[in-house]
């Protein structure tokens, strides 16, 4: 197929980590899904929620399979060209990521290296679309200007990910989990967990911190 700059690009590469695991969700293969929820920081993921039900119900169709979509760039219709991702301003990014995340689509992560980065979907799945309003609050007799707030919906929402976040961290500094991380009965990964030395652990990894919910105020 053609790219945006007009060069010839191929749809269809070898599987990845990413493509392998969109498939197993899509099939529940060796029950991951469950096993998966069973971490402390995947216990309320919108998407695990949804492809659980449905194969817990039965419910699970050909047209309910979790999609892996690759970005290539962004083309300009009225001009028929365009420019890969390394070609395009951090406004159009910031769009494209917009329009993709309205269609209900999860975008991870994109890599500095890479010329292209993935979206998830599921056609049940969808992410949170609120218009922001003001809200008045009577209370005995008084109303009561509140301002801009999300809906209770979105809100549990977040709310289910920073309890997620916290169980996470709980679990992180647990004793018996200090214990098989230092012994050598888990599998250490540094970026995570930290360095163990002399039989101590330094704490340094990213588990032990808020990576997303750390910056939450009470009003």
Do not use: C
């Not at 990413?18 to 069973?38: K, V």
């Amino acid at each position: 197929m053609t790219a945006p700059d007009g060069s010839t690009i191929y749809p269809i590469s070898q599987n990845n980590n990413i493509s392998d695991l969109t498939l197993r969700l899509t099939t529940n293969e060796d029950d991951i899904i469950r096993r998966l929820m069973q971490s402390p920081y995947a216990r309320n993921s919108i998407l695990l929620k949804k492809l659980n039900d449905l194969h817990r119900t039965g419910r699970m169709t050909a047209d309910d399979k979790l999609e892996m979509n690759s970005v290539v760039g962004l083309k300009d219709g009225n001009k028929r060209e365009g420019k890969d991702y390394f070609g395009i301003t951090p406004m159009e990014d910031y769009i494209i990521k917009m329009n993709m995340t309205f269609r209900d689509m999860l975008v991870l992560p994109t890599m500095a290296d890479k010329k292209t980065y993935y979206t998830l979907q599921q056609s049940k799945v969808q992410l949170v679309h609120d218009l922001l309003t003001y809200e008045d609050i009577v209370k005995d007799g008084i109303v009561k200007h509140v301002g801009q707030r999300f809906s209770t919906n979105t809100l549990g929402i977040f709310e289910g990910y920073f309890f997620d976040e916290l169980e996470s961290v709980i679990q992180y500094y647990d004793k018996k989990n200090i214990e098989k991380l230092v012994s050598g009965e888990a599998q250490l990964r540094e970026n995570y967990h930290g360095n163990v030395s002399n039989g101590r652990m330094n704490f340094s990894g990213n588990g032990g911190k808020f990576r997303y919910m750390y910056d939450i105020k009470h009003y």
